[in-house]
Structure formats: structure tokens, C-alpha cells
């Protein structure tokens, strides 16, 4: 089946540490996209990636890094110096004309 | 820079009756236009688009929009509403062109009331 897939659900984080949450597509889209989605917001970008090794900062990129070492797989790691972190995380993959979303990471911090 | 403003935050309906979610958006060069559903804890699903060509576009669930060049307007319709249909609605713009950098409103939290 084709599609995106991100892992974990949901996942929570003490202050202080950095986690890891996994964006894994098979669409063979060379684009993918990280979102962050909060109450009333919208969803505003974080990074995005056109090209394998190769990334650019989107809005809110402060306190969150990617990585895109396979054209598969587009982790992104929330640092501690995000400072609110507490988010609905959405990673999608696309073409020219259409975006594909992922189900989502609800990322909590204790 | 794109901007995409939906007008209203949350919009409440009775079952069956006709709905329109607006959506405005601001943008220096030509865009593609997006519709997208998202249900409790999920992802979001594409309701429709609008490329080019005929300005009246038709999507799933029986949602249509209208593209309106001269007012930068496209706005959601459907002519009667099922209690399936209580989600969250985003509109969204992309360039033409370049990556599929899409800017989002910030949704419309549509109510189906029995």
C-alpha cells in the first residue's frame, strides 16, 4: 500500500531532551515536508526537502532539525531548545500538484 | 509571499442543509489551490484542487469550489451536509512551479448539528 507513514502516535518528551520522530514514504516522491499544527493556527512549515542531502529552514525551523539521508525517510528531531514543543507534528510528501499526509505524531512534553 | 485567511474559525449547520466555508488568499504570482479535510487525530485528506481551467471544480464527498480570480477567493460548497462531514477544513495555496511549498489558512471547524 502506498502512502506515508509516521511513527510514533503519540509520544512524550521530558524538558530538556531531544526526540526523534520518524516520516517514511513510498510514493518515490523526491519532495517531502514537515508541518507543525496547532489550535487555531493552521499548519505552518517547519523543513522541507526537495532532494536527498539536501534541506531548506521553512517558518518555524528554530529548535528542530532534519536529516534526509535516503529518498524514503525524512526524520525530523525536536531539540531542547524548542521551547514549545507540545504540537500536532504532520509530515506529508508530494509532487508538483498535490501533497500527501502522513497521519500524524502527537508530540507532548512533561 | 503567499497568504491564505479563512474567514470564519468554526461554522455550525444543521443535517442537510447547504454550507460554504470562504477562503481568501494574497499572493504575487500564480498559485495552485487546495481544499483539505482533517478528522480527529489524523492526517489530512485532499478534497480537491484547482490547477487550471474550468473555475468550478468538484471533489470527493460532493464538495465543490470556485475559483475567483478578480476577489482571490475559493470558496468550499456543498449542498447538503451529512454528520460525517464534522471536521476541520483547511485551504491552502501553492506556487506555481518549484517545490509544493503549500501555505495554509488556518482551518474551518465545521459543526454538522442533527
Redesign the interface.
Known amino acids: 500500500d502506498g502512502g506515508?507513514t509516521?511513527s510514533p502516535k503519540y509520544l512524550f518528551r521530558k524538558e530538556g531532551q531531544n526526540v526523534t520522530l520518524s516520516c517514511e514514504q513510498n510514493l518515490n516522491h523526491d519532495?517531502m515536508?514537515w508541518?507543525r499544527q496547532d489550535p487555531?493556527?493552521?499548519?505552518?512549515?517547519i523543513y522541507?526537502s526537495?532532494i536527498v542531502n539536501d534541506f531548506q529552514k521553512?517558518d518555524i525551523a528554530e529548535g528542530y532539525s532534519v536529516s534526509r539521508e535516503k529518498k524514503e525517510s525524512f526524520p525530523l528531531t525536536v531539540t531542547s531548545a524548542q521551547k514549545n514543543p507540545t504540537a500536532f507534528y504532520?509530515c506529508?510528501s508530494?509532487?508538483?500538484?498535490?501533497?500527501?499526509?502522513?497521519?500524524?505524531t502527537?508530540l507532548t512534553v512533561v | 509571499a503567499q497568504s491564505v485567511t479563512q474567514l470564519d474559525s468554526q461554522v455550525p449547520v444543521f443535517e442537510e442543509a447547504p454550507v460554504e466555508l470562504r477562503c481568501n488568499y494574497s499572493s504575487s504570482v500564480s498559485v495552485y489551490l487546495f481544499w483539505y479535510v482533517q478528522y480527529p487525530n489524523q492526517g489530512l485528506q485532499l478534497l480537491l484542487k484547482y490547477l487550471s481551467g474550468s473555475t468550478l471544480v468538484k471533489g470527493i464527498n460532493g464538495f465543490e469550489a470556485e475559483f475567483n480570480k478578480s476577489q482571490t477567493s475559493f470558496h468550499l460548497r456543498k449542498p447538503s451536509v451529512h454528520i460525517s462531514d464534522t471536521a476541520e477544513y483547511f485551504c491552502a495555496v501553492s506556487p506555481l512551479g518549484g517545490a509544493q511549498k503549500l501555505v495554509f489558512g488556518q482551518g474551518t471547524r465545521l459543526t454538522i448539528n442533527p
Open positions: 506515508i509516521q519532495a515536508y508541518y487555531g493556527q493552521g499548519l505552518r512549515l522541507y526537495q521553512g504532520l506529508a508530494g509532487g508538483n500538484t498535490e501533497a500527501f499526509f502522513g497521519q500524524g502527537r
